[in-house]
């Protein structure tokens, strides 16, 4: 069955950084694009960033441009989120999902607080 | 950015009732319109894509319907595991944008 484990979440102060991974299997992972969307405690769903099957194409929501960066190593069926310049509203259960949605994670718990 | 709003925002029902949930976007998405269910504690599922498909192993109970700016998830006869929050989400134009969220839970 097709899988995706996220991990790296914690507590970090405002300001501060996180690398949040996921890790694909059970599927040709550079085959499809991937996306990670966010939940905060509470909320609904927002989409947070996307990238393509070969990195050629990266979109991010105007709320984390300029402070998050998307990657992946497809060679480690791996995908990730740097995550700089946290604030306190960056709190949420982190998701990877791939291509169409059709499968993620089970989240990785990000707070930010002081 | 492209708005969604979800109505209504809470839908009291009975096992066996019909649920209409509504999607209504700010600008026309085409068709690329996504639903998703959600329970506590677990990640979204996908359950219906492209307005009106739907994704595997979803249960025939469940359709979408509409085009452009109104969209319409209905659960033919709502089964004790529907109780959930429903998402849509657009897929039109960047960014990736989700409605509000409807609550479907047991009267």
């Known amino acids: 069955d097709v899988q995706l484990v996220e991990s790296g979440g914690g507590l970090v102060q405002p300001g501060g950084s996180l690398r949040l991974s996921c890790m694909g299997s059970e599927f040709t992972f550079y085959s499809y694009d991937m996306n990670w969307v966010r939940q905060a405690p509470g909320k609904g769903l927002e989409w947070v960033s996307y990238?393509?099957?070969?990195?050629?194409?990266?979109k991010y929501a105007d709320s984390v441009q300029g402070r998050f960066t998307v990657s992946r190593d497809n060679g480690k069926n791996s995908l990730y989120l740097q995550m700089k310049s946290l604030r306190v509203e960056d709190t949420a259960v982190y998701y990877c999902?791939?291509?169409?949605?059709?499968?993620w994670g089970q989240g990785t718990l990000v707070t930010v607080s002081s | 950015e492209i708005m969604l709003t979800q109505s209504p925002v809470t839908l009291s029902l009975s096992a066996g009732e019909r649920a209409t949930l509504s999607c209504r976007a700010s600008?026309?998405?085409?068709?690329?319109l996504a639903w998703y269910q959600q329970k506590l504690g677990q990640a979204p599922r996908l359950l219906i894509y492209d307005v009106s498909k739907r994704a595997a192993g979803i249960p025939a109970r469940f359709s979408g319907s509409g085009s452009g700016t109104d969209f319409t998830l209905t659960i033919s006869s709502l089964e004790p595991e529907d109780f959930a929050v429903y998402y849509c989400q657009q897929r039109s134009n960047w960014p990736l944008t989700f409605g509000g969220g409807t609550k479907v839970e047991i009267k």
């Open positions: 600008q026309s998405v085409s068709r690329f």
């Open positions: 990238i393509s099957g070969s990195s050629s194409l990266i």
């Open positions: 999902a791939r291509q169409a949605f059709d499968y």
